[in-house]
């Protein structure tokens, strides 16, 4: 799983067998529609799976995810990832009284729990480089070039 930052800074999220491959394929304009249309585009993160069905259900499930929660992600931030799972209604919110002619007060209601997952990838046989959370080997990557080893079986 990958994520391209676009030259229109939106992000990219796809899987690929082969990452060098499938980099200049979106860099010559042969890739998705969507890079195609917001050229260059610059890898910002990666993830090597063993298995292809769980790479494809982890890049279902960030493509679904919050641009604050990719980048997140690809800054390194695993511990903020839940936090950023919340929705409005999990948050603490004012709620203005106006039963009182004389005073008014507020008062606060908040969410009990949230059951957010950070990381999909639990049943893949990756190992885990820099997330304890995952057990998917990830990378942020500083700039376009990704060092993959060819002829190996790893999904990205």
Known sequence: MYILECANGK?????????????????????????KKHLPVK????EEYQ?????????????GWSRKKKEALINGRFDTLSDLSKNYTQFPREVASTSSATTSSATTSSATTSSATTSSATTSSATTSSASTS??????????????????DTWH
């Open 11 to 35: 992000y990219y999220t796809g899987s690929t067998i082969d990452l060098e491959r499938r980099l200049a394929q979106h860099q010559s304009g042969e890739g998705a529609n969507f890079t």
């Open 43 to 46: 890898l910002v993160y990666f």
């Open 51 to 63: 298995r292809i069905s769980d790479v494809f259900y982890r890049e279902k499930q960030v493509q």
């Open 135 to 152: 057990s998917a080997t990830t990378s942020s990557a500083s700039t376009s070039s990704a060092t993959t080893s060819s002829g190996n």
